[in-house]
C-alpha cells in the first residue's frame, strides 16, 4: 500500500509566482517526514525535515513545508520560486511500526520554473 | 569532501551479464542503503545495511545481492542481469533518522 501519495507530477509555473507542492501520508502511528530535492542528474539532497516540535520546518532557500496531522498532509511551499529551483522535489516518511527506520519515498514531483 | 561516491557512472550490460557497483562514504555512517530510480516509480529500496556484516532486502530485492565487508563499502551485485534491471542505481549513507546522504547516481542499461 501506498504511504507517501504525490498527487501531482509535474508543475509548471512561472518565476516569482508561488508554489505549492502537495504530499499526502497514509499512516496510523507517529511519523517523519521529509522533502527531498533532485536536480538534474544528481542524487537527492535534504530540503527539510520534520521531526517533532514546531508544525512548521523551513529551509536555507525559501522553502517551508507544515506538517498537518488532522490531514495528514505535508505539502511543500516557496512564495516566488526562482529559475535555480527547477528540479524533481520528493516527499518521504518514516513510519514507526517496530520494523525499523527506513524512509519510503513518493512518486516525485517535477517543478518546471519558466520566464 | 567526498560524501557518496558510486561506480561505475554508467555501463551497458547484455542480458545475462553480471556486474558490481561499488558505494563508498567517508563519514564513517553505519546504515547503508541501494536504491532504484525508474521514471513515475521515485526510489524503491532494493537492499540496506544497518552495519558492517549485515545487510537486509528491502523493497525490491530479487535479482540483486549485496555485501557490507568494510564500514565504508556497500556493493551491489547482478547475478544474471536482465532488461526489467534496466534503471538508475542510487547509493546512501544514513546520519540521523531519514537524514540520507546519496551519491549521485549509476545509470545502467541492461540489453
Known amino acids: 500500500a501506498q504511504s507517501v501519495t504525490q498527487l501531482d507530477s509535474q508543475v509548471p509555473v512561472f518565476e516569482e509566482a508561488p508554489v505549492e507542492l502537495r504530499c499526502n501520508y497514509s499512516?496510523?502511528?507517529?511519523?517523519?517526514l521529509f522533502w527531498y530535492v533532485q536536480y538534474p542528474n544528481q542524487g537527492l539532497q535534504l530540503l527539510l525535515k520534520y521531526l517533532s516540535g514546531s508544525t512548521l520546518v523551513e529551509s536555507i532557500n525559501g522553502f517551508e513545508a507544515e506538517f498537518n496531522k488532522s490531514q495528514t498532509s505535508f505539502h511543500l511551499r516557496k512564495p516566488s520560486v526562482h529559475i535555480s529551483d527547477t528540479a524533481e522535489y520528493f516527499c518521504?516518511?518514516?513510519?514507526?511500526?517496530?520494523?525499523?527506520?527506513?524512509?519510503?519515498f513518493g512518486t516525485g514531483t517535477q517543478l518546471k520554473v519558466e520566464l | 569532501n567526498a560524501g557518496v561516491t558510486q561506480t561505475p557512472k554508467f555501463r551497458v550490460l547484455k542480458t545475462g551479464q553480471s556486474m558490481t557497483l561499488l558505494c563508498a562514504q567517508d563519514m564513517n555512517h553505519e546504515y547503508m542503503y541501494w536504491y532504484r530510480q525508474d521514471p513515475g516509480m521515485g526510489l524503491r529500496l532494493i537492499h540496506y545495511?544497518?552495519?558492517?556484516?549485515?545487510?537486509a532486502k528491502g523493497e525490491v530485492p530479487d535479482g540483486y545481492n549485496v555485501s557490507r565487508l568494510k564500514k565504508q563499502n556497500f556493493l551491489l551485485g547482478l547475478e544474471s542481469a536482465a532488461p526489467s534491471q534496466t534503471s538508475v542505481y542510487f547509493c546512501?549513507?544514513?546520519?540521523?533518522?531519514?537524514?540520507?546522504?546519496f551519491g549521485e547516481g549509476s545509470r545502467l542499461t541492461v540489453l
Open positions: 518521504a516518511v518514516i513510519r514507526f511500526t517496530g520494523g525499523g527506520n527506513k524512509l519510503t
Open positions: 546512501a549513507s544514513q546520519d540521523g533518522p531519514g537524514e540520507l546522504f
Open positions: 545495511s544497518v552495519g558492517e556484516g549485515t545487510t
Open positions: 499512516s496510523s502511528v507517529s511519523v517523519y
